[in-house]
């Protein structure tokens, strides 16, 4: 397990820039259509864990009315900064906290979204138990990437550090990490440019 301080200190040396540093514009043009495709509650509260410097933000915001909730949560106050920039004007809200002790209260939200983040955890299972324990009864959780657990898990020895032993588990570790903490996998894929997770 990372220590935290060190994965804070990495998100915040890269926020600035992170989004067009991070993503292909192959990879941004994906993005609304997986958004689109999630079972999102128009009036509810979204978590966007790890939300990083907001590049979820505007595809959320056209999924929820004017009375839905996005709340921002990530564990490094640059990145919160950069998606501030941008979309304080939103109806989000931005909190800096760690998955695994989420600063939330029991059962107040109704969809977690984890988006090219779920690797960064420190601590998998304690992860998806303080999500099982903030979404509400019936409510879903989405894992996401835009490449496949081996594509990323090489990607992220390739770039060492603090990263370089951060991976994604495959479909069976991952569906039996679900079932342990409280969730029902609906739907998980890891194919080469795709890794998609469902669970109620």
Not at 83 to 105: C, D, M
């Amino acid at each position: 397990m990372n220590n935290l301080k060190d994965v804070m200190n990495f998100f915040d040396t890269h926020a600035p820039g992170w989004d067009d540093h991070t993503y292909t514009a192959e990879h941004k043009s994906r993005i609304p259509g997986i958004i689109a495709g999630l079972s999102l509650p128009t009036g509810g509260t979204v978590l966007d864990v790890g939300s990083g410097a907001g590049i979820l933000t505007p595809h959320l915001r056209k999924s929820l009315t004017d009375s839905g909730l996005i709340i921002e949560l990530d564990v490094s106050m640059g990145m919160l900064q950069e998606a501030r920039k941008q979309f304080s004007q939103s109806n989000a809200t931005f909190i800096q906290g760690a998955v695994e002790s989420l600063p939330i209260e029991d059962n107040t939200v109704d969809c977690a979204v984890c988006f090219s983040v779920f690797p960064h955890f420190r601590h998998h299972p304690n992860a998806l138990k303080e999500l099982r324990r903030v979404v509400r009864s019936g409510g879903y959780l989405y894992v996401l990437h835009l490449q496949g657990s081996e594509a990323l898990d090489a990607c992220h020895r390739s770039k060492g550090g603090v990263v370089k032993h951060h991976k994604l588990p495959g479909v069976d570790r991952m569906r039996k990490l679900l079932v342990s903490t409280g969730w029902n996998p609906e739907d998980i894929r890891d194919s080469d440019d795709e890794y998609y997770v469902r669970a109620i």
